[in-house]
């Protein structure tokens, strides 16, 4: 079935694209703490004139821009994509209400990421790059609770995702329903002159 094999290909690229975005994330803030221990002696000059705090705040800053601009790429990739996705099961296959309520719902989170929840995440992202952790702000207890509503969208996401594609590669192909009714109905005796 060429809508099954579609359908996987939408959800295995959906999956990817956003375990791809959530490494890339973790590595960018893992990269700082490895360019801090071991940097390249022109930078290690240049590091020590900031001083350690400072440089940590810096690096910090440029992954989280790196990150802000590639979750930003994948949702504007991904909105695109999540309306694709459904309007094909509504259209071009025969899944029932619970999978297009789910596709539906994916929409719904991934536009309410794209326009609520992100740039308020950036926002305050922005206001805490050059404090340090230790130091207290009045702004970093709500970037941890958008933060946490944002990890906890996208664990649904691939729940969703991962639920759809059980899904569809476990339901059972099907024919036409009348099939069966069309080939009978040539072998009624009303219908003998179809067979001189």
């Not at 025969?94 to 994916?106: D, H, T």
């Not at 946490?148 to 996208?154: A, F, P």
Request: proline fraction near 4%; glycine fraction near 8%; include cysteine.
């Amino acid at each position: 079935m060429r809508s099954r094999g579609f359908t996987c290909l939408i959800l295995g690229m959906w999956l990817a694209g956003g375990l791809l975005v959530a490494l890339l994330a973790s590595e960018n803030l893992r990269g700082v703490d490895h360019l801090l221990r071991e940097p390249h002696p022109s930078a290690s000059i240049r590091m020590q004139k900031l001083g350690a705090t400072d440089s940590r705040l810096l690096l910090r800053y440029q992954a989280a821009e790196q990150n802000r601009s590639a979750v930003d790429a994948w949702e504007n990739l991904q909105l695109p994509l999540a309306l694709l996705f459904f309007f094909y099961l509504l259209f071009a296959t025969y899944e029932g209400k619970f999978a297009l309520g789910l596709a539906l719902l994916l929409v719904v989170v991934v536009t309410l990421q794209k326009l609520l929840l992100t740039p308020n995440l950036e926002a305050f992202g922005r206001l805490l790059d050059f404090v340090p952790e230790s130091a207290p702000s009045p702004f970093r207890g709500r970037f941890e609770i958008l933060q946490n509503t944002y990890l906890g969208m996208e664990i649904f996401k691939s729940v969703a995702l991962l639920g759809l594609a059980a899904l569809v590669i476990s339901r059972p192909r099907r024919s036409s329903r009348h099939s069966g009714q069309k080939l009978n109905v040539v072998d009624k005796a009303d219908y003998g002159h179809v067979d001189r």
